[in-house]
């Protein structure tokens, strides 16, 4: 399977509800799944009362053979350490800013973090529709913002998309036909970001979001770093020092499709899955086969220092 992994980079209100929105409808996952949805529903009212299909915070698009998984980031410092271990699952960033309104500073710590991580940003210039919208100075801006975030050239040399979500579009110009609909923006993604890098071995994912349910209990989200995964599969959990936390089973494999999550028989390397069965590993922690060894190296955390001024 095709994948990339991105996440979207906005401040509240810049857009970004209604972007992924057009982007599920554009992409047919939104047909696609309703299907699975009321079969899901016909066949098996309780598997969704069990909260198997629950609003996620991760989701999925489809654009030709390629799955895009899109990671929510919180949006500013608050989330010191979530924000680098959730930037760690992404191979690109998209950074929404608001035609009028420009970057604000509440984004710039997510915005340092991606810059740090080495992620090259597309930025994506929404709302250009609004009558104030001041474009060509916004870009500006945000190349201002990059540069004094110690961006290096590369991600200086950022690709620029211009359009409007409300309007379902998103183009290589401002001045583009709206006709284009997400397609630009699709294109992009699959050529700016690179697949996920997987590593050889057995299955290792690391706790990078922890949840409870009332149903499947903890439950755990991560990017899969290496091998695969299937329901009842025996797995183990290091701390971040190797330390043995606990050993298990796989009772339930999640994985992000559309808004919604499903289960699966089976994900691999590369995937955003959330997986349940496990009850002391968190965040940090890697979870993987009885056989690893060595835990998954977590991106060091550090408190948030960037000035919110
Ligand atoms: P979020 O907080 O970033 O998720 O933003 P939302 O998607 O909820 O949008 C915030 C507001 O901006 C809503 O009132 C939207 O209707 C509006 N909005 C979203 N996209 C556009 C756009 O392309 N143009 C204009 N003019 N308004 C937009």
């Not at 035609?99 to 710039?108: D, I, Y």
């Not at 100075?137 to 998309?161: G, R, W, Y």
């Not at 086969?289 to 955390?301: G, K, M, R």
Request: contains cysteine.
């Amino acid at each position: 399977m095709n994948l990339r992994n991105i996440a979207i980079i906005a401040h509240v209100d810049h857009g970004k509800t209604t972007l992924v929105d057009k982007l599920l409808q554009q992409s047919g996952t939104y047909r696609e799944n309703q299907k699975v949805a009321e079969r899901a529903m016909d066949s098996n009212d309780l598997e969704r009362e069990r909260g198997i299909t629950i609003l996620a915070k991760c989701t999925s698009v489809h654009w030709e053979d390629t799955q895009i998984n899109i990671v929510d980031t919180p949006g500013h410092a608050d989330f010191g350490g979530e924000v680098e271990r959730i930037l760690s699952m992404v191979d690109g960033v998209i950074v929404l800013v608001d035609a009028a309104e420009g970057p604000m500073p509440q984004t710039k710590f997510v915005v340092s973090k991606a810059l740090k991580l080495g992620l090259k940003p597309i930025v994506a210039i929404n709302k250009v529709d609004r009558p104030d919208a001041r474009i060509s100075e916004v870009v500006n801006e945000v190349f201002d913002l990059f540069a004094a975030l110690d961006a290096t050239d590369e991600q200086l040399d950022f690709p620029i998309l211009y359009g409007s979500g409300k309007n379902g579009w998103m183009a290589n110009s401002p001045d583009a036909s709206h006709d284009v609909g997400m397609k630009p923006l699709f294109e992009l993604v699959l050529k700016h970001v690179a697949p996920p890098v997987v590593q050889e071995g057995p299955f290792r994912l690391l706790g990078t979001i922890i949840e409870a349910n009332p149903y499947l209990g903890r439950i755990i989200t991560g990017r899969i770093a290496s091998g695969s995964v299937k329901p009842n599969q025996a797995v183990k959990v290091l701390s971040r020092e190797g330390k043995l936390i606990e050993s298990g089973r796989i009772t339930k494999i999640l994985a992000f499709r559309g808004l919604e999550r499903q289960p699966v028989e089976f994900a691999e390397a590369g995937d955003i899955v959330a997986i349940a069965g496990l009850t002391k590993g968190t965040v940090a922690d890697t979870f993987c086969d009885p056989a690893v060894e060595e835990p998954l190296q977590a991106q060091p955390i550090d408190p948030p220092t960037v000035s919110m001024t």
